[in-house]
């Protein structure tokens, strides 16, 4: 490098990586649970499930420049370190002389509720010094600074409102299923997607009504005519299956079983 030429860990190549924070689930021998960070002009998080915040701290972004989380659904998994990370936020601003931009969450509908409920519960929450914003998004696109987020109403859990996202940046576009059954809405999502991270919870042989399985990851991906195929969010059972044969079975494309801190560039 030329002397005098300034060394940034900025992204001004327009790429956009993705980070498996967590490649499991909530109780798991070697993977964290659901979370994954997505570079691209932002820092953003999808989900921020049990042990993902550790693997956070490795990657070394400065967790303090965290501006926007994007939550697929409020189940344990996908959420609990979110109260870790505050408090710790909190101690930072308050305590050690840290500063750090507005936290904007984003969620499906409830989220409003759900925080306020929490952070009226959790001690001190609601007394943090810097600015934190609730958004509730349903199937309508928005833009965080270049990059485009689309928000799409995935199948999961009987009367709970689960998102997939769709998030796009410099030509490339990733898609992020949350957990979700095979539905209609999850192939749209992922539709032409450069690459798809899917919920691949279950072995096609022990498949789980709330999941999809190793086999519909292969069908979601052949259908939606996707470039590489992430396969994520594996219950300790699943480690004991081929899974990546069971969803090639459907996909001939790349497939890609998720470990956690694997960082896939677009
Ligand atoms: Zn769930
Ligand atoms: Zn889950």
Do not use: W
């Not at 021998?29 to 993902?52: E, N």
């Not at 915040?53 to 990657?59: E, F, I, P, Q």
């Not at 904007?104 to 009226?120: C, E």
């Not at 399985?213 to 992430?230: F, N, S, T, Y």
Request: hydrophobic letters at 35%; charged letters at 20%; aromatic letters at 10%.
């Amino acid at each position: 490098m030329p002397k005098g030429t300034l060394s940034l860990n900025l992204n001004l190549s327009e790429d956009m990586r993705l980070t498996i924070l967590g490649s499991g689930t909530n109780i798991h021998p070697s993977r964290a649970a659901s979370g994954y960070l997505v570079r691209t002009d932002q820092t953003i998080l999808l989900d921020f499930g049990p042990r993902t915040l550790a693997n956070l701290l490795k990657t070394g972004v400065n967790r303090h420049r965290i501006t926007h989380i994007l939550f697929s659904h409020y189940h344990a998994d996908h959420f609990s370190d979110f109260i870790t990370y505050f408090f710790d936020a909190m101690i930072f601003t308050k305590y050690q002389g840290g500063t750090r931009p507005p936290l904007t969450v984003i969620g499906p509908r409830g989220t409003k509720k759900f925080f306020r409920t929490l952070f009226a519960t959790m001690p001190g929450f609601t007394h943090a010094p810097f600015a934190v914003h609730f958004k509730e998004v349903a199937d309508r696109t928005f833009m965080i600074g270049k990059t485009t987020v689309i928000p799409r109403t995935v199948t999961h859990t009987q009367n709970l409102h689960c998102l997939g996202y769709r998030i796009e940046y410099g030509g490339k576009a990733l898609a992020y299923s949350g957990d979700s059954q095979y539905c209609d809405s999850l192939v749209r999502l992922c539709g032409d997607a450069d690459l798809a991270v899917l919920d691949c919870s279950f072995p096609a042989s022990r498949p789980n009504p709330v999941h999809l399985h190793a086999g519909q990851c292969g069908q979601v991906a052949k259908e939606a005519g996707i470039g590489q195929l992430v396969l994520s969010h594996f219950y300790p059972v699943t480690d004991r299956y081929n899974v990546r044969e069971q969803a090639g079975e459907a996909y001939g494309g790349k497939i890609v079983v998720g470990q956690d801190l694997m960082t896939i560039k677009l």
